[in-house]
């Protein structure tokens, strides 16, 4: 029963902030890197941020650069991301995601990641 469940989600104008958060079930997270990935109506997916299985390196889209930051605990088993300074063009299902390695690639690929959740919906509007 390998789970992720992402929550936290909602409705923020823009400007706001939002701290979701992907709490795992049925494995730890200590030997994988975790994933942040949304998906926009109409649009592909896209990775958003990545953090290795030490915490000590992480990786950004170029678009939530200065805004978002991952981090993760690993006493509870859970990653989160922090969403600041939020614009309309954030508005996704975000889902978080494990490859099967403790490292994260440039480029946050979707191809990488084997064990998704399910999403939680974030809309930024007025």
């Known amino acids: 029963q390998l789970q992720l469940v992402e929550s936290g989600g909602g409705l923020v104008q823009p400007g706001g902030s939002l701290r979701l958060s992907c709490a795992a079930s049925?494995?730890?997270?200590?030997?994988?890197?975790i994933g942040w990935f949304r998906q926009a109506p109409g649009k592909e997916r896209e990775g958003v941020a990545c953090?290795?299985?030490?915490?000590?390196?992480?990786n950004y889209a170029d678009s939530v650069k200065g805004r978002f930051t991952i981090s993760r605990d690993n006493a509870k088993n859970t990653v989160a991301l922090q969403m600041n300074s939020l614009k309309p063009e954030d508005t996704a299902v975000y889902y978080c995601?494990?490859?099967?390695?403790?490292?994260?690639?440039?480029?946050?690929?979707?191809?990488?990641?084997?064990?998704w959740g399910q999403g939680t919906q974030v809309t930024v509007s007025s």
């Open positions: 953090i290795s299985s030490s915490g000590g390196s992480t």
């Open positions: 995601a494990v490859p099967p390695s403790p490292f994260c690639t440039a480029g946050i690929r979707v191809a990488d990641f084997r064990l």
């Open positions: 049925g494995f730890t997270l200590d030997y994988r890197a």
